[in-house]
């Protein structure tokens, strides 16, 4: 007889306790009606991943503990059910007089309304955004379970990278692993997960159910695509990614092993999961967070151009407005697609001339400039005033503000402070300038989300990049080529690679010091940007944290 698993690959909001335990108390029940006797949600699915400091609050370990024994409850009717809710255990507990943390990031197997197991995830990981040994307690044991004639064994996520979990719960009788997961998204991550897991499944000789979140939480994103892979380590099923999902596969005696088959979700290109993780990361943090739309300053440039494609595929041209904010040298052909693109896309779409305000604090600053050529004070001065029309905006009707830098410029630090890095989310701060290209064109060329083909008007794809906030300026009036630029920053920036090895490269070295001397500058812009979506294994943010006042140079 086959079992049939179903993993319930839920979008689960952090600290929405009550509301998650109900999303898998509705999975659980429509699972069990599709014949499923054991469900897997993933990690930490009461509570959310991350929940960060939420976790050194007791009151919230308390509701978490509440929520389980809920969903135990309302499930104790389905008999021969098995679900694994993943969720904080433990607490403060005193050792001869000594207050110590002893919290783990634990999965429970509930049946029947019982805690039949409850299992501590091993190996806790700590660096690019994880950092659970600030939170949890490293666990020991290990938990296999009896389903339908298959003992079951539990890991949580990182476990599942190591030999000796996996090696531990077929020695305790284990016949098939399951694995909740929260694994952030960045591209190029899913292939690296299934090769993984199929590695482990090989070595330990058993097939592997691997249960992914699903969604957006601040600047991470959960892109699901849960699998199964044989004892072989074929790749046996995949899920849908970046959509909620409850996926079946069943598990059969085979010769050797047991068998697990299921549907096949198509493959994405680099580009599709890249359009698809930040549409929803922009769904998410708009709609999670409460706010009832999104504005934006359009420029008739391509990084804005991108941001608004993004916003309407996210969110729908009604709760998207976009301001064309323009100042003296603002060229026409600016304007021209501004508005094209506007119209193409159907959003709100406003003209608000910032020369008046320019005028007025030049005048207004006169006597203190006098005899001081212009320069970039009075660039950042226009930068400045749209981001403060864009605040009043957003104060005034509630609509929240989507910055639209990119990578490259917060690297370099060619973005002003409270200007055009003022707003809430930055949706494009991990991509890259050739990236920004990149993706322009492939969204050009295909209709994701049904929004329509070509959003974006040819010329601003093509037109050489400009602040336009001194007459005739370009981009590389100030930086590199955004090819060399953009390589030199993969190696140092993402890949942590030295001033001499990129040189080594074939690179310029005073091209390279210069690039690696506007990254250390520039910090301190970067420790005021707003929060924005994570798409690489190495963004700015909580994947990098150098300190502003250092003497040290590479």
């Known amino acids: 007889m086959a079992l049939t698993i179903c993993t319930a690959q839920l979008n689960v909001t952090v600290g929405d306790i009550e509301a998650n335990a109900q999303k898998i108390i509705d999975a659980a029940r429509t699972a069990y009606g599709h014949g499923a006797r054991l469900v897997l949600t993933p990690e930490l699915s009461i509570c959310g991943y991350p929940p960060e400091d939420l976790l050194l609050r007791p009151a919230f370990i308390a509701a978490c503990d509440d929520a389980v024994k809920l969903v135990a409850r309302e499930l104790a009717g389905l008999k021969g059910l098995h679900v694994v809710v993943g969720h904080p255990r433990g607490g403060d507990v005193r050792s001869k007089s000594v207050q110590v943390q002893m919290r783990y990031n634990a999965a429970s197997v509930l049946s029947e309304g019982r805690v039949l197991e409850s299992y501590a995830k091993r190996e806790l990981p700590n660096y690019q955004v994880f950092d659970e040994h600030r939170y949890f307690t490293r666990g020991q044991g ?43 998204f960045h591209v190029g991550k899913e292939s690296e997960r299934i090769a993984r897991m199929a590695a482990r499944a090989q070595a330990v000789d058993l097939p592997l159910v691997y249960a992914h979140s699903v969604g957006g939480q601040d600047e991470v994103i959960f892109d699901g695509g849960s699998f199964a892979v044989n004892a072989d380590g074929s790749l046996a099923a995949r899920a849908s990614r970046f959509r909620e999902e409850l996926f079946y596969v069943q598990v059969t005696p085979g010769p050797s092993s047991f068998q697990v088959s299921g549907p096949m979700a198509p493959e994405l290109s680099a580009e599709e999961e890249l359009w698809h993780a930040l549409v929803m990361g922009v769904r998410d943090y708009v709609g999670k967070n409460g706010f009832p739309g999104v504005l934006l300053g359009l420029s008739g440039g391509i990084d804005s151009a991108l941001v608004l494609a993004i916003a309407v595929d996210a969110l729908g041209a009604d709760k998207v407005r976009a301001v064309m904010m323009p100042s003296p040298y ?28 320019f005028e007025s604090f030049r005048q207004s600053l006169a006597g203190e400039f006098a005899g001081l050529p212009e320069d970039t004070t009075e660039e950042n001065i226009q930068a400045r005033i749209r981001g403060v029309l864009l605040m009043a905006l957003s104060n005034k009707f509630g609509s929240i503000v989507l910055t639209t830098g990119n990578k490259s410029e917060m690297a370099t630090g060619y973005c002003t402070l409270y200007g055009d890095m003022a707003g809430g989310f930055a949706v494009i701060k991990d991509l890259l300038k050739t990236t920004v290209f990149r993706l322009s064109r492939w969204r050009n060329e295909n209709d994701p989300f049904g929004t329509g083909l070509n959003p974006i008007p040819e010329r601003i794809i093509t037109r050489p990049p400009s602040a336009e906030l001194r007459p005739d300026q370009v981009d590389q009036d100030s930086l590199p080529p955004y090819d060399i630029l953009d390589a030199i920053l993969t190696r140092y920036m993402e890949n942590d690679q030295g001033v001499d090895d990129i040189v080594a490269a074939g690179f310029d070295r005073p091209v390279v010091e210069r690039v690696a001397r506007l990254i250390r500058l520039n910090e301190y812009k970067r420790r005021q940007a707003p929060v924005g979506i994570r798409v690489t294994h190495r963004s700015f943010g909580k994947d990098w944290r150098y300190p502003i006042t250092a003497k040290f140079r590479d």
Do not use: H
């Open 142 to 184: 290990t938990a296999v379970f009896l389903v339908e004639d298959v003992n079951v064994g539990l890991l949580i996520c990182e476990d599942a990278w190591f030999e000796e979990p996996a090696q531990l719960a077929r020695a305790s009788g284990a016949g098939l692993l399951v694995v909740p997961n929260a694994s952030p």
């Open 330 to 357: 603002t060229a026409d052909i600016s304007w021209i697609d501004a508005r094209d693109m506007a119209a193409r896309l159907k959003v709100r779409y406003d003209e608000i001339s910032i020369r008046p305000e």
